[in-house]
């Protein structure tokens, strides 16, 4: 019986939170996806900058899977 209760009191306090919980998730993930998105181009940037560094070196015959 006591199990009960606490589910019950679980229920109680957790459906507001659930709600919210699926209402504000589509507003952050919106929010996050310019600073996603300026990520994915910084990584690419640096990709690139390695790659034009360790272009020497694979000329040259150096490791491949660096």
């Keep these: 019986m006591m199990t009960f209760l606490l589910w019950l009191l ?14 504000l998730y589509p507003l952050v993930w919106l929010l ?9 181009a910084v990584t690419g940037v640096f990709e690139f900058l390695k ?12 490791a491949r899977g660096v």
């Design 32 to 40: 996050t996806l310019p600073f996603r998105l300026v990520g994915i």
């Design 10 to 23: 679980l229920l109680v306090f957790c459906w507001p939170l659930a709600l919210l919980a699926l209402v």
């Design 51 to 62: 790659a034009v560094i360790l272009l020497p070196a694979r000329v040259l015959g150096g």
